[in-house]
């Protein structure tokens, strides 16, 4: 007879309880792909394709890519309103932001 989720957590101890607890709120913040980032901000492609500036059948082309311009990632997550930021983690260095990353025109070249 199957256990439920309930029965199954109280077998556990309070502090893996909790760390469960964490990692799954965690999860519940991740977001697999720009198709579910459009239905988290509850937005259809017609709203994106009007806040880009572009046809509804080019948010479809952008939510399938797998490799896109950072400028356009940008874009796309502006139009959820949110923003976009760049975390690095370095091995012995720690973890840093990388601010500018994706905005148009923020390219300087050397002279």
Known sequence: MPVSHEKLMARIRKDRQERIKARAAELDREVEGLKALRKLA?????QFARSLGIKQPSVVK???QTDL????LRS???AASGTLELHIDLSGTGRFTLTGVGEMGAAKHPA
């Open 62 to 64: 952008i939510e399938r």
């Open 69 to 72: 311009y950072l400028s356009t």
């Open 42 to 46: 509850e937005r259809s492609q017609e």
């Open 76 to 78: 796309f997550v502006e």
